[in-house]
């Protein structure tokens, strides 16, 4: 391995990964930020020393930024803005009851 | 109760995560990313935690009305009693964490074992810290086997960290009259006992990791007893300063 090879790989950038932590049993996981790690592995345990120093989670997610495949923000009229106008999609002609904490 | 063996005993144990904790808050703001630097100092926090529970407790047994801050930041060199392993310097990340390997691998053997000690402080601060050294061990055996079967120069350095820290493990194992009288009556766990455990942990690691353990190396020893490396003088000189200049100062 000449220098400039080993000089490439240990400068290489580590990959980002999206962090997912659901905070109790019953809610769904919740985007919380990102952060690089080498691998699945490390990224798990660095979300857990990152993420979850005041006790916020009971399981963590760890997705690779780059097999995110997101909408163009361009799109947004085209994609959205046809249900603005449809009222009665949204759950707002009943009362939820009290005891339904997390609608 | 004063008990001047379970407190020097607690202090040894109470000690050595001192010392490991202040080593790894030197590396604060200096990580070698940002994740990482936040891990090392969640290590760090644990195991202060640990050694203001020990340290309390060993004050509660000595009955000299000495509290954590006191054996913290009251004794002189002399009177610490850390592993010599632990005060080593941090040299690279790779010397850093295979110190830290090095002695993961005997805590995680130590705390669940002593967690059954008929000394009732010493079991519960255990139960506590077992949990905590399991998951330091993965994150530092992750470190030892990513840098030793890395590249060429992480490698080199995984090796170089080994070869300079392997002859202070084997104090790991020692035992004087303190550990011996107080494994009888079961209150502490016989170091020696712990020789075996530990090497079954390391040797698998070293060996995924492509690093060769030194043969031949002695055992520097004395940590125990006071007698230090230079290091740990020097470490004392910032860790003590506040409380040297401002006597029971606080904020």
């Known amino acids: ?103 | 109760m004063a008990d001047a063996l379970t407190a020097a005993y607690a202090m040894r144990l109470g000690d050595d995560a001192l010392i490991l904790s202040h080593r790894l808050s030197e590396w604060v703001g200096h990580g070698p990313e940002l994740e990482e630097d936040i891990a090392l100092a969640n290590t760090a926090l644990d195991l202060l935690g640990q050694a203001r529970l020990l340290l309390s407790h060993a004050g509660d047994r000595e009955g000299a009305g000495r509290d954590e801050d006191a054996l913290a930041y009251g004794r002189d060199l002399l009177d610490f009693s850390n592993l010599l392993l632990v005060e080593q310097p941090n040299g690279d990340f790779a010397q850093t964490m295979m110190r830290q390997f090095l002695f993961d691998a005997y805590a995680v053997e130590l705390w669940p074992r002593l967690s059954a000690s008929r000394d009732e402080g010493l079991a519960g601060i255990a139960g506590k810290a077992a949990k905590e050294a399991a998951y330091h061990v993965e994150q530092s055996a992750a470190w030892v086997v990513r840098m030793g079967d890395g590249t060429k120069e992480s490698h080199a350095r995984a090796q170089a960290g080994l070869d300079m820290l392997w002859p202070y493990a084997g104090q790991i194992f020692e035992a004087d009259e303190v550990e011996a009288s107080l494994a009888k009556k079961g209150i502490a766990v016989a170091p020696s006992e712990l020789r075996a455990p530990w090497l079954a942990r390391v040797d698998p690691v070293l060996e995924a990791a492509g690093l060769a353990r030194p043969e031949g190396a002695g055992v520097r020893s004395g940590g125990r007893r006071g007698r230090h490396s230079e290091h740990l003088g020097h470490l004392l000189a910032e860790f003590q300063f506040m409380q040297r200049a401002y006597p029971g100062a606080e904020w």
């Open chain 1, 1 to 103: 391995m000449s220098d400039s090879d080993t000089r490439a790989e240990n400068e290489r950038d580590w990959p980002l990964f999206e962090v997912f932590i659901r905070a109790r049993t019953g809610l769904h996981h919740r985007h919380c930020g990102s952060l690089h790690a080498a691998d699945p592995e490390m990224a798990l345990a660095r979300a857990r020393d990152v993420y979850t120093r005041r006790g916020e989670g009971t399981s963590i997610w760890v997705v690779a930024s780059d097999r995110i495949y997101a909408s163009d923000p361009a799109d947004k009229d085209m994609l959205f803005e046809p249900a603005m106008s449809k009222i009665y999609r949204h759950p707002s002609f009943y009362d939820l009851p009290d005891d339904v904490e997390n609608m």
